[in-house]
């Protein structure tokens, strides 16, 4: 596609990086588009937010739907055009492939400078910060307002994953499927990224397919995806901090975490950071508070209830827990490799242990990475090291970061999101309420999908909390269909509107086909019903069971 004439300045916009032009092509000014005027031998590259119809036919020409308003125009000899629109378009700037970024000149164009539209070149070129097939590449789709694939999204990992990723929408609107893309990506020859999925749906199954298609495959290159299924996730004890253990445990009163508390000093002291201590540890350390000191006098005292209130509770919850183990967890060595995605499913599993599991996993996460950061000469096969950077992707990131509530995993996620990029450690946030997700650890986030979003509350989250994203383009976000999206942040050289490339594994996270299920039920519970009657008559002469003289009972 070659550059075409547009449109004409009109003049200045109502903001300073604005400006107006007048164009009677309605095909190819859509909001979203990009265009460009010349200064010397620079292109600017402006984008077109807004547009408004200035002259059009009378409205007794457009009365009669019978009669084409053309017709009525050639007739009266008005031939030339119809229709002008006054176009409002923001300047991005002109590319400069020295620094890889855009330059805006603040010279405005004059009233009466012509206006084009960008080629596809072009736009391929300065749009993406990465080339298809480039190391650190993600190509996630293909610029929307142009023919498929003529402009391809590509992306860059590093920063992406160095300044973390938020991607949002609406139920049904493809963030799972767009997720998976991504996921798709990291795992190709020229990313070998090491990947944890968050999966509190089972929706990421398919992914396992990767290892089968040749698309993955490189010379001495073979990814791997493993599913931890909920069975298999184990939290050692001496893992988790006061916070979690007290998290879970139901409606505690003042003086039981008073108790708690010093059980928890106590076992830390004995056994220290080296020493793996577990669950009867600490009921021990509590239950010896109840007992006779060295006078004869009960250490309990009036509290020997609330002591066994707390007895009873830590059994409860941890005496035949499957998750938390004295001496097993899953080790970050078996989670974590270059070119390997592990699920981490937690379908089956209590929400508040979710939280704790999370929590008490991006803590080790993190401490391992500063370890083998800040320390030397460290032994990457020990399981709190890990040797290489990594990314962690949460789904239904609200439950682990809730807004306007206190959980365990939010501290921690804070924590990973404003120093994780000095570390290696990077966060990929997943939510259909992002007005329900916390404020602080969204707006870490620097990069954003954003997909169809209805909600008036969880737009004005996110107008107030995602850099670079104009208010017309929030107001494109109710009409966008499934499989688009608003890509905007460090990931991307400005902001686009891109349509998700098509996946190469099965998308799993599919809405059940309620009537299509009821019926193939019903036909195949018919069938078999017709084949038990069928050997009930043989047994039973030509009779059915429930039969007398060809009347039903």
């Not at 300073?16 to 460009?36: A, C, H, K, L, W």
């Not at 498929?148 to 990992?157: A, E, F, R």
């Not at 698309?215 to 006061?242: A, C, H, W």
């Not at 916390?438 to 989250?461: A, G």
């Amino acid at each position: 596609m070659t550059d075409i004439l547009i449109g004409t300045v009109k003049g200045p916009g109502e903001k300073p990086q604005e400006y107006f032009f007048i164009t009677s092509d309605n095909d190819q000014s859509r909001i979203g588009e990009f265009v460009y005027y010349k200064i010397d031998k620079h292109s600017i590259i402006g984008n077109i937010t807004n547009r408004r119809l200035i002259k059009n036919l009378p409205d007794d020409f457009l009365a009669n739907p019978d009669i084409s308003p053309q017709s009525i125009a050639e007739l009266i000899g008005l031939e030339n055009v119809f229709e002008l629109y006054e176009i409002t378009v923001s300047t991005i700037g002109y590319y400069d492939e020295k620094i890889g970024d855009f330059i805006n000149p603040r010279i405005p164009p004059k009233p009466g400078q012509t206006i084009y539209l960008a080629s596809n070149a072009l736009l391929s070129k300065v749009l993406s910060p990465k080339q298809l097939g480039d190391i650190g590449a993600a190509h996630l789709g293909s610029l929307l307002t142009r023919n498929l694939g003529d402009v391809p999204i590509v992306l860059s990992i590093k920063d992406v994953v160095a300044t973390h990723l938020a991607i949002l929408a609406s139920t049904g609107a493809g963030k799972s499927y767009t997720a998976s893309v991504l996921i798709e990506e990291l795992l190709r020859p020229n990313n070998r990224a090491a990947i944890l999925i968050v999966d509190p749906h089972g929706e990421y199954n398919t992914l396992r397919e990767i290892e089968a298609l040749p698309e993955f495959e490189s010379l001495g290159y073979k990814p791997q995806v493993k599913i931890l299924l909920p069975d298999r996730v184990r939290v050692r004890f001496n893992t988790l901090k006061m916070g979690d253990i007290r998290y879970l445990l139901p409606e505690m009163t003042d003086k039981q975490n008073y108790y708690l508390n010093r059980g928890f000093y106590e076992v830390e002291k004995r056994f220290g950071k080296q020493r793996i201590y577990g669950f009867r540890d600490l009921y021990d350390a509590i239950l010896e508070m109840k007992y006779d000191d060295e006078e004869g006098n009960s250490k309990g005292g009036s509290n020997i209830s609330t002591i066994e209130a707390i007895l009873w509770k830590l059994d409860f919850r941890f005496g035949q827990s499957k998750i938390f183990s004295d001496v097993e967890h899953n080790l970050l060595t078996e989670l974590f490799r270059p070119g390997q995605c592990t699920v981490l499913q937690l379908n089956e599993i209590d929400q508040q242990e979710q939280q704790v599991i999370v929590g008490a996993l991006l803590r080790r996460i993190n401490e391992a990475r500063v370890s083998w950061v800040t320390q030397k000469n460290l032994n990457p096969n020990q399981d709190d090291q890990l040797p290489f950077p990594v990314f962690v992707l949460l789904e239904e990131a609200h439950r682990f970061a809730p807004a306007n509530a206190t959980v365990v995993s939010t501290n921690i996620l804070k924590q990973i999101l404003s120093e994780g990029r000095k570390f290696g450690v990077g966060i990929g946030l997943i939510t259909q309420r992002p007005g329900k997700l916390d404020q602080d650890v969204l707006s870490q986030c620097q990069t954003q999908f954003i997909m169809r979003i209805v909600n008036p509350m969880d737009q004005n989250t996110i107008a107030s909390t995602v850099e670079n994203i104009g208010r017309k383009m929030l107001e494109e976000l109710p009409a966008l269909t499934k499989g688009q999206v608003v890509v905007t942040g460090v990931g991307i050289n400005t902001p686009v509107m891109c349509q998700v490339r098509s996946r190469l594994t099965t998308h799993g996270g599919q809405t059940f086909d309620a009537p299509s299920e009821w019926l193939n039920w019903h036909s195949a519970s018919k069938q078999q019903s017709l084949k038990q009657e069928q050997s009930i008559l043989i047994k039973s002469g030509g009779k059915k069971a429930n039969q007398v003289d060809g009347f039903d009972i």
